[in-house]
């Protein structure tokens, strides 16, 4: 290109592509590793990975390797038959969460749909069709998605919502047992509330939901598609929270749904669904065209493989554990900028004081300005809500990069205070 990529791309958006996405002004261009480089060849610490999804990191051998291997036999036939690859990535899931079956789709908001359908499937017969899913919750941007989000700013202009689905205050059994109605059918939530700014779910809030879902015949889906795939140190973040919690290992959730880190970045979401409702979805009643190619399937195989061989959940465990404490202890030295650190294991929250005097000039919300920060410093983060900031690495990030990310932080933090 004879200008500038930056002005020459940026240009490309704004005649091309719909502005549905408020972007940062960064014009990335290649990755490796932990590191991705924008268009001018600066370079920055990944600590967002495309919203939890590059979960190998950047441009990862074994991902290449499977991508080409698996795309000189076969890259896609449909559903219309059966290919190895997808029975055996079934095979993988199923033995990581339980006793059940799983059906694979593209995307995390299309897995929930899957799990939507599952529920008025069950609850047909009955009549009964109604899920309630958590305030500050998000499931996803389709029209079913943004009814099921607790969250109004994704529902606005998009009216009329699709009907049945009603909001309950998150980790608060009370408010879920008052709100079941005759219609009421699922519960949906996640595990650690992503967007909603990292608030993992309360031991005894998973195991209440069970109960009271055992009690009134509904079922419990939970929304695994970010805080999923080892990112709390466990493959599913309930089995990180019930850990040693007395009934916890008998925990099970009825449907679970998937996406982002299952594929390090190519396509693929999934749900799982637990053994007696494995079957309600018969052929003919639910599908896409392009679920479980054999091709995001290999790749899936593959990361899984890697995970397993280089125990990157112990390592996202243990590194994020480190990071979380450094995040602690940030929020002790300056209180005036952190307020706390949340989450757990790789999916974590550096919550921002409520007014710090330097962004007072700027209208955009805190998290954005300290996102923007980090960019020019020279690390990559995604904002929850207005006060937080995401920490969402690789699971194979070194230590030494976890180092060098919480000291560009501080160095921000510093600025601040
Ligand atoms: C990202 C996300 C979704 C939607 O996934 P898409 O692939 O964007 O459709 C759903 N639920 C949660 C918890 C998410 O973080």
């Not at 079941?180 to 650690?192: C, D, H, K, W």
């Not at 018969?282 to 479980?292: D, L, V």
């Amino acid at each position: 290109m004879v200008r500038n990529d930056y002005e020459s791309i940026r240009e490309l958006f704004a005649k091309n592509v719909v502005p549905s996405y408020g972007r940062f002004e960064l014009v990335l261009s290649h990755g490796a590793g932990s590191y991705v480089y924008d268009v001018a060849g600066k370079r920055y610490l990944d600590l967002g990975t495309g919203i939890a999804v590059c979960c190998l990191g950047h441009a990862h051998p074994a991902i290449t390797e499977a991508l080409v291997e698996q795309s000189k036999k076969l890259i896609h036939v449909s559903n219309l038959y059966f290919t190895e690859p997808q029975g055996r990535l079934a095979a993988e899931i199923v033995k990581r969460i339980g006793d059940g079956k799983v059906f694979f789709c593209n995307s995390g908001a299309e897995a929930n749909e899957g799990l939507y359908k599952l529920a008025r499937k069950f609850g047909h017969d009955e009549g009964r069709f109604e899920i309630l899913t958590a305030t500050n919750s998000f499931h996803g941007r389709t029209l079913a998605g943004i009814a099921a989000t607790g969250q109004d700013k994704v529902k606005k202009g998009f009216e009329p919502a699709v009907t049945g689905f009603r909001h309950i205050t998150f980790n608060d059994l009370e408010a879920a047992r008052n709100a079941i109605s005759p219609a009421t059918i699922a519960i949906l939530i996640e595990g650690v509330q992503g967007e909603g700014g990292v608030t993992p779910a309360t031991p005894a809030y998973l195991l209440g939901l069970r109960q009271l879902c055992d009690e009134k015949k509904m079922l419990l889906l939970m929304d695994g598609v970010q805080c999923g795939h080892y990112r709390t140190g466990k493959f599913q973040s309930f089995q990180r929270i019930l850990e040693g919690v007395p009934g916890g290992d008998q925990f099970l959730p009825d449907g679970l749904s998937m996406a982002k880190s299952l594929g390090g970045g190519f396509p693929i979401g999934a749900f799982w669904a637990r053994a007696p409702f494995a079957n309600l979805l018969s052929a003919g009643t639910h599908g896409t065209t392009y679920g479980g190619t054999p091709l995001a399937c290999a790749v899936a195989l593959k990361i899984l493989e890697v995970i397993q061989q280089e125990k990157l959940d112990e390592q996202a465990r243990k590194l994020g554990a480190g990071l979380k404490s450094e995040i602690e202890r940030l929020a002790k030295s300056y209180p005036a900028v952190v307020k706390s650190a949340r989450g757990m294991g790789f999916i974590l929250g550096i919550e921002l004081a409520e007014k710090i005097p330097a962004f007072a000039a700027s209208d955009k919300t805190p998290a954005l300005q300290f996102v923007n920060r980090l960019h020019a410093t020279g690390v990559l983060t995604v904002p929850a809500g207005n006060q937080i900031v995401r920490l969402l690495p690789p699971l194979n990030l070194k230590a030494k990069e976890a180092g060098e990310g919480i000291s560009i932080i501080e160095e921000v933090v510093k600025s601040l205070a």
